[in-house]
């Protein structure tokens, strides 16, 4: 495989990109904060995103930034040992915020302890470790770090996995694994959701009630599937509403024409409203039946859709999650190499120097003593 370009237009250095996630984390810290304290939904929402960032950028510095910073910048180990200590301390508490219920009462509690761990974690990573690294390996060599650490990211996992390794070069076979399983989950999640959630519109819409409907929860890519078969299920909503309403219509209208012949005879009218109120029961019911027949269809239909998209997504990771290790491997090895032959140039550079020195103080002693 072909090594990136350095410098590529548009490329944001690692530390750049590492940065940006810790203010986008901040960002939803901030949120959570200042929302009320029976504000569960919202808190739910953004947990989630909080679980699926932090998730994200962990995966990707134990996959490259750590590993990487270690080789080339020995001085950092301790910075790098203790980074993944917390990472694990993290992950363990975002693996329990996954399951937790926003209503529980130490839901707000357990939240509040991780952002206390995170912004701790923030602070020492943009301290003396990252100034270390910049002025170690220079614009290039993160620039091109960059690179690899955001196509990283398109495959690695979206969920907190505590167990599993946390370096090199394991983390980078079992991450990609991961984020592969990840991120079909999340669709297969976003599909259930979406599914009960369209069901539970046409009956609303029949009956003319409106329920509250809980919103999608989980990673970005499980509430937008969510989203994408609720929306698909409206014209098969609106076609049954339709219906219904016209079923309605012809009843009442059999019901006056009843009516008015009614003076005639007493007892035919109340037979003849008996008769159509049945048949535009009848009617009615068959039309729900129509339409609930149609929503089955088009949640089926959705979720052949979504399997063959789950699919494509599996194949497409699998492949991004290849192309990732490999470039990752080869990426870490031509860049110490490159920093050893550096290194090496240095040495001799320095010995011929110190040679060079060498020769010159002896012979300005020679000449010193022959005078």
Known sequence: MEPL?????????AITMLKNEHKAVEKL?????????????????????????????????????????????????????????????????LSELQDMDPSD?????????????????????EGDYFRTVRDELGRS?????????????????????????????????????????DRVGDTVSGLAQGSVTAVGDIVDRVRGTKSGRPAPTGTSTARSTAQKVRSSSEEAIDAAVAAVRRARDTGETAVQG??????????????????????????????????????????????????????????????AAESVADTAEAGVKQTVGTARQSAGATAKTAKRGAKRTATATKKKAAATKAS
Not at 5 to 13: A, F
Not at 105 to 123: G, Q
Not at 159 to 168: I, L
């Open 258 to 319: 009843t009516r008015r012949t009614g003076a005639r005879t007493k007892a035919s009218a109340k037979t003849a409203v008996k008769r159509t109120a049945g048949t535009a029961r009848a009617v009615a019911d068959q039309t729900v039946d129509e339409a609930e027949t149609a929503v089955k269809r088009t949640v089926g239909t959705a979720r052949q859709a979504t399997s063959a998209a789950a699919k494509r997504t599996a194949g497409t990771a699998r492949q």
């Open 5 to 13: 370009q350095v410098g590529r237009p548009g490329c944001m250095d």
């Open 141 to 181: 060599a993160l620039a091109e770090l960059g690179e690899r650490m955001e196509a990283a990211r398109a495959v690695a996992p979206t969920h907190p996995h505590p167990t599993s390794p946390d370096t090199a070069p394991a983390n980078i076979v079992v991450g990609t694994a991961a984020g592969i399983v």
């Open 29 to 93: 810290f901030k949120q959570f904060e200042s929302a009320g304290d029976r504000a569960h939904v919202e808190k739910r929402r953004l947990v989630d995103k909080i679980i699926e960032e932090l998730s994200l950028h962990a995966a990707v510095e134990e996959m490259l930034f750590y590993p990487v910073t270690r080789e080339m910048v020995p001085e950092t180990t301790d910075e790098v040992l203790e980074s993944l200590e917390e990472h694990h301390i993290i992950e363990w508490t």
């Open 105 to 125: 009462e130490r839901f707000d509690a357990k939240v509040t302890v991780l952002i206390e761990h995170v912004r701790h974690h923030v602070k020492e990573e």
